[in-house]
């Protein structure tokens, strides 16, 4: 049906990968490009043994429009699938603009200079997009993504307007390492030392970092500690769900990541600026990324699961209701199939269905889109197919 490549040979990649070679009725044609084509190689030598399926491999620069436009011209995907890193968002949509092709990502642009996240710079795509017909699909990993779609299938099927929503994200695995970060450590560092922030009767309320926490209990999971901290997704369902009175998101941290984080952040490891160092110019948080244990070698010990899930409150039929919508995932599980840890797992399985929602013509329409204006039906029905599958719960105390 598709050709597809996949840009990035990160943890994410790997899984994508494997997921779009386990659907070949949909990827017809797969290639695997990223800046060390040696870990292309790897996975797609990995892939062929446990589906059988090729992919082809090749070294990008994805930082490089030019480079891009060459390959995108010599393989013609119909889509992108960029899981490289956020500073490469707006390079690879230029391309794509450049060589016709469309484009699907799981996090909004970043610049490098600064720690600042916000879809601004990507809808501002929008008439590029629409002008050339071809299709941008913003934030397709789980949160952004699954928990965007959650919200839209609430709106959709259990809730005539929504008020309240808390996107409650918990990683309640063990890798048996003192400190890692489940995906690239120099986004995730600059994710979660950021200040908090919330919508509530129409604005923006700023916290100091992890200043608001509360327990949470998460299924199969229990009790456990809850910071609020901004995420991307919030910025869309507020503007495509403007009936929400308040929209939050909370993710667990155990004090032993806490306490490193704190550390990294007082020796000034957590810098993003370049600093001088025996005469080599140098960036901290690049230098830590360095040393830490790679995000992508974290599954083989990795034990328990994650649970994300959005809680919300609204109006159905004149009546308030609650609904809960979650997916627990095994680490173990997700990397028996894949190789991957299961925080990858729960970002390329669902990157993979936006994908296939592209390719079968559900989400496919010219202009740059976030998953919650698609339909979400399709892509729910996938979720239970492809490895990921919810429970919903209604009517029950939210804790929130
Ligand atoms: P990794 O750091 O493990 O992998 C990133 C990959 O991108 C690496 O293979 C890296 O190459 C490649 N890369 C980096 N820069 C370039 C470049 N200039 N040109 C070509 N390739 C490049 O990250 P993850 O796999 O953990 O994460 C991938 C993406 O997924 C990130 O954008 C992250 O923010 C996002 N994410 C989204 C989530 C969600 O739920 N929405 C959750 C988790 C992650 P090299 O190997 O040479 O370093």
Not at 20 to 39: C, G, H, P
Not at 46 to 56: A, E, F, L
Not at 118 to 136: C, H, I, N, P, V
């Amino acid at each position: 049906m598709g050709k597809v490549l996949i840009i990035g040979a990160g943890g994410v990649g790997t899984v994508v990968a494997h997921k779009v070679a386990q659907n070949a009725d949909v990827f017809t044609e797969i290639m695997l490009a990223s800046r060390t084509k040696s870990k292309c190689d790897a996975i797609a030598s990995d892939v062929k043994k446990r589906t059988g399926v090729n992919i082809k491999t090749a070294k990008v620069d994805a930082d490089n429009v030019p480079e891009l436009v060459a390959l995108f011209k010599e393989f013609k995907p119909e889509l992108v699938i960029n899981v490289a890193l956020p500073y490469q968002d707006l390079t690879i949509m230029d391309a794509c603009l450049e060589a016709g092709v469309s484009y699907l990502d799981t996090a909004n642009y970043e610049p490098k200079d600064e720690a600042k996240f916000e879809y601004s710079w990507q809808w501002a795509y929008q008439d590029r997009f629409k002008k050339a017909g071809l299709t941008a699909i913003l934030g397709c990993g789980f949160d952004p993504g699954v928990t965007s779609v959650f919200t839209a299938y609430a709106a959709k099927h259990h809730f005539d307007e929504l008020h309240y929503l808390d996107i409650v994200d918990c990683n309640a695995g063990d890798h048996g390492k003192a400190f890692a970060t489940n995906f690239n450590p120099e986004i995730n560092i600059r994710e979660v030392t950021q200040k908090g922030k919330y919508w509530e009767n129409g604005k923006w309320v700023i916290t100091e970092p992890h200043e608001i926490h509360k327990p949470l209990t998460y299924p199969e999971i229990g009790s456990k500690e809850s910071y609020l901290i901004y995420h991307e997704e919030l910025e869309s369902l507020v503007k495509n769900f403007p009936t929400l009175k308040r929209a939050r998101f909370w993710m667990t941290f155990g004090q032993e990541y806490l306490t490193h984080l704190r550390v990294i952040q007082n020796i000034g490891m957590a810098r993003i600026d370049e600093i001088d160092y025996n005469g080599c110019k140098i960036v901290p948080i690049q230098f830590l990324k360095a040393v830490l244990p790679d995000p992508g070698e974290l599954g083989e010990n990795y034990t328990g699961q994650t649970s994300i899930g959005c809680r919300i409150r609204g109006i159905k039929d004149g009546k308030e209701r609650t609904y809960y919508v979650y997916n627990n995932c095994s680490h173990e599980a997700a990397y028996k199939e894949t190789g991957a840890q299961g925080v990858s797992y729960t970002t390329g399985v669902p990157a993979m269905i936006g994908a296939m929602m592209f390719f079968k013509g559900k989400w496919r329409k010219p202009g740059v889109f976030n998953v919650e204006e698609f339909d979400p039906d399709p892509f729910m029905k996938q979720l239970n197919i492809q490895g990921l599958p919810w429970v919903e719960l209604h009517d029950i105390d939210l804790e929130l």
